[in-house]
Nanobody, 119 residues
Framework: QVQLVESGGGLVQADGSLRLTCAASGRTFSRYDMGWFRQAPGKDREFVAR????????DYADSVKGRFTISRDNAKNTVYLQMSSLKPEDTAVYYCAGQWSGTTRYTVWGQGTQVTVSS
């Protein structure tokens, strides 16, 4: 089983950009579909983006489509979330998560990284 560590969060002004990184340990990373989720204060955790094990398919929440891009580098055991045109409503703790390819449940989670977008 892999372990996940997010980094790259911080404070950014509206319309700015950030790139989040999720580094995975373990030799089976390439067999996981990966996702990014976020949780704002007082709100439920929500889906942001996902990418299949080989990077062949991606999916996004409507709220981030066209602004965020998920990608991965299996040689580096890393998944990225490039965020552009950030809005104050993107403020949240962002989590990366992994689900074994072909399954439907995310079983591995990182500790999260805070993203704050100021207006």
């Amino acid at each position: 089983q892999v372990q996940l560590v997010e980094s790259g969060g911080g404070l950014v002004q509206a319309d700015g950009s950030l790139r989040l990184t999720c580094a995975a340990s373990g030799r089976t990373f390439s067999r996981y579909d990966m996702g990014w989720f976020r949780q704002a204060p007082g709100k439920d955790r929500e889906f942001v983006a996902r990418i299949t094990w080989n990077g062949g398919s991606t999916d996004y929440a409507d709220s981030v489509k066209g602004r965020f891009t998920i990608s991965r580098d299996n040689a580096k055991n890393t998944v990225y979330l490039q965020m552009s045109s950030l809005k104050p409503e993107d403020t949240a703790v962002y989590y990366c998560a992994g689900q074994w390819s072909g399954t439907t449940r995310y079983t591995v989670w990182g500790q999260g990284t805070q993203v704050t977008v100021s207006s």
